[in-house]
């Protein structure tokens, strides 16, 4: 009855052990060289976004990539499933799933024209 | 695992048939809206304008060529294949789907004009870039610049394709999509003023936050109904409420609520609290195009939820339209009165008007899904001009809707305030305007059933009419104010959509018989 699921309860046991044991062992094997750089805050590896004296606005480009990573982030979570089935799906399923990646292609296409992909 | 892939694989999916001819309306929209968004990208910007311009007319006069194309279809698509009927017949091509399309199309098209007017402020109404702080120096840059901005074509015609599946979709949760579909533009719209852009995002705001917030109803109510029916399709819970064992109570609980979010994008009271300010702050040409397509919409929902989905509790559901009919028109019609601001009038007519709808709807008969269908066709094109006639009476600082500001304009403008003046006794129902002959036959349709609603029903219109007809007593004997405001000529798209506005409002008091014909021919569903 459970046999079906035992792969998957191991997969999970391996999968926290690694994570525990990776970052367990990770302060007695790594060396230890602390800089300005290393008490900062964390943003994505770029440095931190400065904060404004006073009540002003900052910017805040983050959303747009945030955004366009969901747009394509679903993207893929509807091509999986394609791909694995699109045998079965046959025709139909080849010119929906065309239309689908025109979509969302569409939508690329004005992010990249109109700038959304550069930084400033 | 892997045989279970391996078996999904083999095993040919049976494909479902749809009827791609009665959902071409749809699509040809939903395509110039691609389109729009393709020509964003793609055009530069001294020629956007006129190319957007130029997809939206054309897609929209596609549409409404196909759905006249289209006339008297009975279809339900698509076809149910295999044993996955989930969404077999979730979309209904019917009369009134039709007639309610077509409605939605035509005053899109007068909206869309409106939207593309340049002529009477700088740029257009619109704002040219709405991330732009509000007050900063790029700001005041924005408002003297006549940089023009062009998005919001492919957003209306988004809410557009929306507004096409909202009254055709037989399916609950298809319905929630179309909801959402024609919602969120018209969100991002409100906020786009050129003029008084504070009060413009804080539209768009409470605007969300309020339509989140009716949404959550409509998916609380799909859920309950789903517990009962064990199905989102209307045919299918009207068939489960004859066999269905379980609780009514899931039941009405479920309606009720899915009422709720159906009836707050219809703006009737007690849902309506958005409504006034979300019409002040927006874009006057995107006001008119909310207060006319969206109610078109929501009322094409709500009846076919009612009339086809729970046609046999209607014993149930009357008395609820009963209330809110009432508050709805009491509410437009009492607050109204109380208002010194002329946009902020005809919101709350809009709010008596979608009272005087819903008396259309306490019978299920042919004759009332008729009157329905006539009234917000000629509610809309009323609404859709005297919004426009907004646009025109100016002050240096954008559009003068203070009450006070109109006073004299006769003198100043004959033209302007004649207008104006059709359109708003068309808006109290008096004869020979379209707003009577509607009137008439929606209180003629809930006559032999509910009466007492209908004498409710012309107190309150009387009510409305004082409010009506005092603002075109101050345009013709008032003293005009010193500082008189401007009267823009505007350009010939809006002098084209102003017109068309009257020109029905006026035929259709005098000469509606064929379109009524045309409506009652038009009131089957097919569920």
Same mark, same amino acid.
């Given at each position: 009855?459970?046999?079906?699921?035992?792969?998957?309860?191991?997969?999970?046991?391996?999968?926290?052990g690694?994570?525990?044991?990776?970052?367990?062992?990770?302060?007695?094997t790594?060396?230890?060289?602390?800089?300005?750089?290393k008490?900062?805050?964390?943003?994505?590896?770029?440095?931190?976004?400065?904060?404004?004296?006073g009540?002003s606005?900052?910017?805040?480009?983050?959303?747009?990539?945030?955004?366009?990573?969901?747009?394509?982030?679903?993207?893929?979570i509807?091509l999986?499933p394609?791909a694995?089935?699109n045998?079965?799906?046959?025709?139909?399923?080849?010119?929906?799933?065309?239309?689908?990646?025109?979509t969302?292609?569409?939508?690329?296409?004005?992010?990249?024209?109109?700038?959304?992909?550069?930084?400033? | 695992?892997?045989?279970?892939? =391996?078996?999904?694989?083999?095993?040919?999916?049976s494909?479902?048939?749809?009827?791609?001819?009665?959902? &071409?309306?749809?699509?040809?929209?939903?395509?110039?809206?691609?389109l729009?968004?393709?020509?964003?990208?793609?055009?530069?910007r &001294?020629?956007?304008?006129?190319?957007?311009?130029?997809?939206?007319? #054309?897609?929209?006069?596609?549409?409404?060529?196909v759905?006249?194309l289209?006339?008297?279809?009975?279809?339900?698509?698509?076809?149910?294949?295999?044993?996955?009927a989930?969404?077999? *017949?979730?979309?209904?091509i019917? *009369?009134?789907?039709?007639?309610?399309?077509?409605?939605?199309?035509?005053?899109?098209? #007068?909206?869309?004009?409106?939207?593309?007017?340049?002529?009477?402020?700088? @740029?257009?109404?619109?704002?040219?870039s709405a991330?732009?702080?509000?007050?900063?120096?790029?700001?005041?840059?924005?408002?003297?610049?006549?940089?023009?901005?062009?998005?919001?074509?492919? =957003?209306m015609?988004?809410?557009?394709?929306?507004?096409?599946?909202?009254?055709?979709?037989?399916?609950?949760?298809?319905?929630?999509?179309?909801?959402?579909?024609?919602?969120?533009?018209?969100?991002?719209?409100?906020g786009?003023?050129?003029?008084r852009?504070?009060?413009?995002?804080e539209?768009?705001?409470?605007?969300?936050?309020?339509?989140?917030?009716?949404?959550a109803?409509?998916?609380?109510?799909?859920?309950? =109904?789903? @517990?009962?029916?064990?199905?989102v399709?209307?045919?299918?819970?009207?068939?489960?409420?004859?066999?269905?064992?379980?609780?009514d109570?899931?039941?009405?609980?479920?309606?009720?609520?899915?009422?709720?979010g159906?009836?707050?994008?219809?703006?009737?009271?007690?849902?309506?609290?958005?409504?006034?300010?979300?019409?002040?702050?927006?874009?006057?040409?995107?006001?008119?195009?909310?207060?006319?397509?969206?109610?078109?919409?929501?009322f094409?929902?709500?009846?076919?939820?009612?009339?086809?989905?729970?046609?046999? &509790?209607?014993?149930?559901?009357?008395?609820?339209?009963?209330?809110?009919?009432?508050?709805s028109?009491?509410?437009? &019609?009492?607050?109204?009165?109380?208002?010194?601001?002329?946009?902020?009038?005809?919101?709350y007519?809009?709010?008596?008007?979608?009272?005087?709808? =819903?008396?259309?709807?306490?019978?299920?008969?042919?004759q009332?899904?008729?009157?329905?269908?006539?009234?917000?066709?000629?509610?809309?094109?009323?609404?859709?001009?005297?919004?426009?006639?907004?646009?025109?009476?100016?002050?240096?600082? *954008?559009?003068?809707t203070?009450?006070?500001?109109?006073?004299?304009?006769?003198?100043?403008?004959?033209?302007?305030?004649t207008?104006?003046?059709?359109?708003?006794?068309?808006?109290?129902g008096?004869?020979?305007?379209?707003?009577f002959?509607?009137?008439?036959?929606?209180?003629?349709?809930?006559?032999?059933?509910a009466?007492?609603?209908?004498?409710?029903?012309?107190?309150?219109?009387?009510?409305?009419?004082?409010?009506?007809?005092r603002?075109?007593?101050?345009?013709?004997?008032?003293?005009?104010?010193?500082?008189s405001?401007?009267?823009?000529?505007?350009?010939?798209?809006?002098?084209v959509?102003?017109?068309?506005?009257?020109?029905?409002?006026?035929?259709? @008091?005098?000469?509606?018989?064929?379109?009524?014909?045309?409506a009652s021919?038009?009131?089957?569903?097919? @569920?």
């Amino acid at each position: 009855m459970l046999a079906p699921y035992l792969p998957i309860l191991l997969l999970f046991a391996l999968a926290t052990g690694f994570a525990v044991f990776s970052v367990g062992i990770a302060p007695f094997t790594g060396p230890r060289r602390y800089n300005k750089a290393k008490l900062d805050f964390y943003e994505c590896g770029i440095e931190p976004t400065p904060q404004p004296m006073g009540p002003s606005r900052f910017p805040v480009k983050y959303y747009l990539t945030a955004m366009l990573f969901i747009v394509f982030d679903i993207e893929i979570i509807f091509l999986y499933p394609y791909a694995v089935a699109n045998k079965a799906l046959g025709l139909f399923g080849l010119v929906e799933i065309i239309l689908f990646v025109a979509t969302v292609f569409v939508a690329y296409a004005y992010v990249w024209r109109r700038g959304g992909l550069d930084w400033d | 695992m892997t045989h279970l892939l =391996l078996a999904a694989g083999n095993t040919a999916v049976s494909t479902p048939s749809v009827s791609y001819h009665a959902l &071409a309306p749809i699509f040809i929209v939903l395509g110039a809206a691609m389109l729009g968004v393709l020509v964003e990208a793609a055009v530069p910007r &001294a020629e956007r304008f006129t190319v957007q311009l130029m997809v939206t007319i #054309v897609g929209l006069v596609a549409a409404l060529v196909v759905v006249g194309l289209l006339h008297g279809t009975r279809t339900t698509t698509p076809s149910p294949t295999g044993n996955d009927a989930f969404f077999a *017949g979730s979309l209904s091509i019917d *009369g009134v789907g039709l007639f309610l399309q077509g409605t939605v199309l035509a005053l899109a098209l #007068v909206a869309a004009l409106l939207v593309s007017e340049r002529s009477v402020d700088v @740029g257009s109404p619109i704002v040219a870039s709405a991330a732009v702080v509000v007050g900063s120096a790029d700001d005041r840059r924005l408002t003297t610049a006549d940089r023009v901005q062009t998005e919001v074509f492919p =957003l209306m015609l988004f809410a557009v394709s929306g507004m096409l599946i909202f009254p055709i979709a037989n399916n609950l949760i298809l319905m929630f999509v179309a909801l959402e579909v024609l919602s969120l533009p018209l969100y991002l719209m409100a906020g786009l003023a050129r003029r008084r852009r504070l009060l413009s995002q804080e539209a768009s705001l409470k605007y969300f936050l309020l339509g989140a917030f009716a949404s959550a109803f409509f998916l609380y109510g799909l859920a309950l =109904l789903y @517990g009962y029916a064990d199905t989102v399709d209307l045919p299918g819970i009207f068939t489960a409420q004859q066999t269905s064992g379980k609780s009514d109570v899931l039941l009405y609980t479920g309606l009720a609520l899915l009422l709720v979010g159906l009836l707050f994008k219809a703006s009737v009271a007690p849902f309506h609290n958005w409504t006034v300010d979300v019409y002040v702050g927006a874009p006057t040409p995107v006001t008119a195009f909310m207060a006319s397509c969206t109610k078109v919409a929501a009322f094409g929902a709500i009846l076919r939820v009612l009339f086809v989905g729970f046609s046999s &509790a209607e014993w149930n559901w009357r008395p609820v339209i009963w209330a809110v009919a009432i508050a709805s028109m009491v509410v437009g &019609a009492v607050l109204g009165l109380t208002q010194t601001d002329i946009k902020r009038i005809l919101a709350y007519s809009s709010i008596a008007h979608a009272g005087f709808i =819903l008396v259309g709807m306490v019978a299920i008969t042919k004759q009332s899904t008729a009157s329905v269908m006539f009234y917000v066709l000629t509610y809309g094109f009323t609404t859709l001009a005297a919004f426009g006639m907004l646009m025109l009476v100016r002050d240096p600082d *954008g559009e003068a809707t203070q009450l006070a500001r109109w006073s004299g304009l006769a003198r100043k403008s004959p033209v302007v305030a004649t207008v104006m003046t059709v359109l708003l006794l068309s808006m109290a129902g008096i004869p020979l305007t379209s707003g009577f002959t509607g009137k008439f036959y929606v209180f003629r349709a809930a006559w032999d059933t509910a009466g007492p609603l209908v004498v409710i029903a012309l107190l309150s219109s009387a009510v409305a009419a004082f409010f009506y007809l005092r603002i075109v007593v101050m345009m013709f004997f008032a003293e005009p104010p010193v500082d008189s405001p401007t009267i823009a000529i505007p350009g010939w798209a809006a002098s084209v959509a102003l017109t068309v506005g009257v020109v029905v409002t006026i035929v259709l @008091g005098v000469f509606p018989q064929p379109v009524i014909d045309l409506a009652s021919k038009a009131s089957y569903f097919t @569920g």
